[in-house]
């Protein structure tokens, strides 16, 4: 049995997601979003946000890491953008922008992902 939360409202003002249970849920209602494709995004800021995503879920990149296959792109990405590249393409371009994002706590890469997603031009709609 899953449960998802699910954004009636978006908010216009991020300053007003004061709460970390309030923003982590605003942070995967965005995430599955992006995921499902239900708002858009060009592939490069997909990137990004999905690098964000790997922060938040496994912190900073170790050096064991980069060299095996932590994650799956299909879980982190829309099918839209994994179309568009190879599974070797796409776990190098995101090993490289994950650890870019070294240092940054988990509240800190949800909310820099959610500053990023609301500069989509489907936020909120």
Do not use: W
Not at 7 to 23: D, G, M, P
Not at 86 to 104: F, P, Q, R, V
């Amino acid at each position: 049995f899953t449960l998802y939360f699910r954004v009636k409202y978006f908010v216009s003002r991020l300053s007003s997601l004061v709460h970390s249970q309030t923003l982590h849920l605003y942070y995967l209602h965005l995430k599955d979003s992006l995921r499902h494709g239900r708002i858009c995004c060009p592939d490069e800021r997909a990137l990004q946000l999905a690098s964000l995503a790997l922060q938040d879920q496994f912190g900073d990149l170790r050096s064991d890491m980069g060299r095996q296959k932590y994650f799956l792109p299909e879980d982190i990405l829309s099918g839209m953008v994994t179309k568009s590249y190879s599974n070797e393409e796409l776990h190098n371009k995101l090993t490289s922008l994950h650890s870019s994002h070294a240092g940054l706590s988990h509240r800190q890469s949800q909310m820099k992902f959610v500053e990023l997603a609301a500069e989509l031009q489907e936020y909120g709609l």
